[in-house]
């Protein structure tokens, strides 16, 4: 079974920085699309970015710009680096992992971490 274990979440001011990290055990990580998703309380879970075998990547409107997704298939890592934090960036980061080519749908992941959560406040 694939394991998936996020870190790096915790509390930040706005206009700070974070960057959140994934490692992936039990599966052949460079094959993996690699997505990053959050869900703030009260809210459904929305599509953060995605990193594909190949390397493509995405980012949701949201974070396009002061977000990179980067992975390194050697230490089967994944990690979301997040600047220019906004309050509305608070949420837990759920870190997936999907068979398929990068998909920002939810649903074409079948691995999923804990989650980290991330709090952006003054």
């Known amino acids: 079974q694939v394991q998936l274990v996020e870190s790096g979440g915790g509390l930040v001011q706005p206009g700070g920085s974070l960057r959140l990290s994934c490692a992936a055990s039990?599966?052949?990580?460079?094959?993996?699309?690699m997505g990053w998703f959050r869900q703030a309380p009260e809210k459904e879970r929305e599509f953060v970015a995605y990193?594909?075998?190949?390397?493509?990547?995405k980012y949701a409107d949201s974070v396009k710009g002061r977000s990179t997704i980067s992975r390194d298939n050697a230490q089967d890592t994944v990690a979301l680096q997040m600047n220019s934090l906004k309050v509305e960036d608070t949420a837990v980061y759920y870190c997936a992992a999907g068979a398929a080519w990068g998909s920002s749908n939810a649903r074409n992941y079948g691995y999923w971490g804990q989650g980290a959560q991330v709090t952006v406040s003054s």
């Open positions: 039990g599966g052949t990580f460079s094959r993996f699309t």
């Open positions: 990193i594909s075998s190949g390397g493509s990547t």
